[in-house]
């Protein structure tokens, strides 16, 4: 639950060889009109270059990537809260 709370407040996932040893990346959910999240926007690379100073470096691009697609498609950060659930 820690985690999951530590996704909400920075708007990125951290993956640490989750999907693949040895690689790591980020990703963030990228929203509709409605606030649903129906697609996601990531980096992935070797973990010997993602390390914890390059990821905190990236994380915000890639929320800030995801929220600008998401203000294309219509989505308005006060649905964010309503569609995931969140108070």
Do not use: C, F
């Not at 999907?19 to 980020?26: I, K, L």
């Not at 980096?43 to 010997?48: K, L, N, Q, T």
């Not at 914890?52 to 600008?68: E, L």
């Not at 294309?72 to 950060?77: E, I, N, Q, R």
Request: proline letters at 5%; charged letters at 20%.
């Amino acid at each position: 639950l820690t985690e999951l709370a530590q996704v909400r407040r920075i708007g990125v996932a951290i993956s640490r060889g989750g999907w693949q040893g040895g690689v790591d990346g980020g990703a963030a959910p990228i929203r509709d009109a409605t606030g649903a999240v129906i697609a996601g926007i990531g980096i992935s690379g070797p973990a010997i270059r993602l390390r914890s100073h390059a990821r905190a470096r990236y994380a915000p691009m890639v929320a800030d990537a995801a929220a600008k697609i998401s203000r294309a498609l219509g989505s308005k950060p006060e649905l964010r809260s309503r569609a995931s659930g969140e108070n």
